[in-house]
């Protein structure tokens, strides 16, 4: 259940309003993440902001998605994992991956590195050593491409965190359980 206020599009006003007219074009409707981050129009820019930028970055749709599934399941993400098991899939990503990537792995060699890199990065707190950032760029990562998986994690880790304190009710199929 909800613990802040839940916006209804029809109630908001300003910028809120504005970006919840654009996530109507897109979506079709706007998501309960959005309902709650809507109580702030500078919570809710954060998001687009970052989420637009790294989606015109140089990590294609599928290593975004596999950082996005990876860390979500490891922060106990029930929405997220939800909505990018949907929106994974919608990518191109079977079901099988969508659950290597739950597990904090891939089969494909270079995604692995890229997942186990983005672990560390968290377990570290960023202090990772020159060979664990040398390891992800011979599996053939670019600089670009680091550093936009350090903001990946920046971005998941605001939506898990978000999630967790608004308590957003659960707008998609959930995902399947792990076994």
């Known amino acids: ?34 309902k709650g981050m809507g109580n702030s129009a500078a919570a809710l820019k954060a998001y687009t902001g970052l989420s637009g930028a790294m989606a015109a970055g ?13 860390l979500s ?25 969508v659950i290597e990537f739950r597990r904090g792995g891939s089969s494909n060699a270079q995604r692995d590195a890229l997942i186990k890199f983005v672990f560390r990065v968290v377990e570290t707190n960023g202090f990772v050593d020159d060979a664990e ?30 999630n967790h304190v608004f308590g957003s009710e659960l707008d998609f199929p959930p995902a399947p359980e792990l076994s």
Request: net charge negative.
């Open 1 to 34: 259940m909800p613990r802040l206020h839940v916006v209804d599009p029809s109630e908001a006003t300003g910028d809120v309003k504005e970006i919840f007219g654009a996530f109507e074009q897109k979506l079709g409707k706007v998501i309960n993440i959005f």
């Open 58 to 70: 140089e990590l294609a749709p599928e290593d975004r998605e596999a950082i996005y599934l990876s």
């Open 133 to 162: 950032v040398e390891a992800v760029r011979t599996a053939g990562y670019s600089d670009g491409q680091i550093a936009e998986a350090v903001a990946m994690i920046a971005l998941v880790t605001y939506t898990n965190l978000f």
């Open 73 to 97: 399941e490891k922060n106990d993400c029930g929405y997220c994992v939800a909505a990018h098991t949907m929106l994974a899939q919608k990518a191109g990503l079977s079901a099988d991956e």
